[in-house]
């Protein structure tokens, strides 16, 4: 089963999916750019589902602007499964973060009574600082009591295997984590050592103005997908601010579909395509 704000549903059922992106998004980072327009926010739902687009993971977490009162509407209203996160993102995110010692009994308390199916954490750029380990365990012991998977925003696409070392000496297996920004830090050696361990690997962002990895998504994905992984691989939009939007002056969610799709199932072939936009985050989001 996967939980979705509208309660569990098969895995089976979750169609073609975003498996990384936002619907709702507030930060002290981003002043001015929050992502708070219920309209622009279903237009979003319903270009993507247009082009066939079945489920949307927003991986907003705690303290950050998910409004999950408006969550259960937009699905209904758009017919798209929202899975939605509980979660610690970097302290510099926040005003006043949760204590420590408390965040593993907010995220079960969040996961078994708001219909929410991720843990969202967050690593340090290139390495594992305090605040990152602690959020960690503590989405370790929420992931035990759970059985939800824990997706890792990794800054620059670094730091994966410190974050995977973490969280197998707290037990969580691999195949129950997803990295999330991988391609950012394109090492294709680093990627396959992180791959081997078995953790699912979010590609997210693509064609977004500040980052300039794009043109090397496809290569690798084809290299991972050589190397046998492909039964480990994501795709997603992270739209995180409102100018990103189709509705505004970026690609938006229906990227995934209108453009990007196309080109994975000529250069990777429609069987892998299906795997990384269908059945790959079936596997990952399951309970």
């Given amino acids: 089963m996967i939980r979705t704000v509208l309660g569990d549903i098969p895995s089976t059922d979750l169609g073609v999916c975003d498996a990384h992106d936002h619907l709702f998004l507030r930060s002290p980072l981003l002043p001015g750019q929050e992502l708070a327009d219920p309209g622009a926010a ?57 204590k420590y010692e408390d965040l593993a009994d907010l995220f079960v308390h969040e996961l078994t009574t708001r219909n929410l199916g991720l ?39 670094t730091a994966a295997l410190e974050i995977l070392n973490v969280l197998r000496n707290e037990g969580v297996p691999a195949d129950r984590v997803i990295l999330g920004h991988l391609g950012r830090f394109p090492d294709e050696r680093l990627q396959r050592q992180a791959a081997e361990q078995g953790p699912y690997l979010a590609f997210d962002g693509p064609s977004r103005s500040h980052h300039t990895t794009d043109w090397r998504l496809i290569d690798q994905l084809e290299a991972l997908t050589k190397a046998g992984h492909e039964d480990q691989l994501l795709l997603g939009g992270d739209t995180v601010t409102a100018t990103a939007r189709s509705t505004s002056d970026g690609p938006g969610m229906q990227y995934l579909l209108s453009t990007l799709k196309p080109r994975l199932d000529k250069e990777l072939g429609p069987k892998v395509a299906e795997k990384i936009y269908v059945t790959n985050p079936a596997n990952a989001l399951s309970l």
Wanted: hydrophobic residues 40%; proline residues 5%.
């Fill in 119 to 157: 843990i969202k954490t967050a690593g340090a750029y290139h390495r594992v600082d305090d605040h990152t380990r602690r959020v960690l365990v503590a989405a370790a012991e929420a992931h035990h009591r759970t059985g939800v998977p824990i997706a890792v925003h990794l800054e620059g696409g």
């Fill in 42 to 98: 279903l237009t979003e739902l319903r270009s993507f589902a247009a082009l066939g687009g079945g489920a949307v993971v927003q991986w907003t977490p705690w303290g950050m602007g998910r409004r999950l009162a408006e969550l259960p509407a937009l699905s209904r209203e758009s017919g798209v499964h929202i899975i939605v996160a509980t979660g610690l993102h970097q302290a510099k995110h926040y005003e006043q973060p949760p």
